[in-house]
């Protein structure tokens, strides 16, 4: 329980960065972002981007933790590979984007920063999962052992 709520404030932390990194899109990012695409104006306050940022993460924390719960430890361990491989997934495809989109070129390193950050997080969840132990049931007592001379 005590490395579940470190790794939340972790995340905490990593989301606020990538909120905070997300306000600071270039001049003319801000400004297509205010008349172009205005769904994205939370983006431009840091707080509610790290909000934003945060929720998705306790999302997919909880998913993993459901996943983690009631699957067997082989299937469990096999999707959150899966989970591991979409996330270094989405970060190669959206630093593909950045680098070849104009309009998202304009955004500038801070912005795409923040962007990678939130795929560094999704990582990060899928990590800690993997190599998390399964608890052993609560009613099953341990066999056991005896030795005889």
Known sequence: MKRTI????LLAGLAATSGYLMSKASWIGRVGMTFLHREYNFLKIWWQ??????????????????IFRRFHV???????????LLGVGGAYLTYDDFTN???HHLLKWRFHLGFY???AGWVLISLFFLFRAKPKPAGVAPTPVVVTP
């Open 117 to 119: 950050l939130i795929w």
């Open 101 to 103: 989109d104009f309009s």
């Open 6 to 9: 470190l790794f939340l404030v």
């Open 49 to 66: 981007g790290a909000i934003a940022v945060y929720l998705v993460f306790i999302v997919l924390f909880w998913l993993h933790s459901f």
């Open 74 to 84: 082989v299937g469990a361990r096999l999707s959150f590979i899966l989970f591991f």
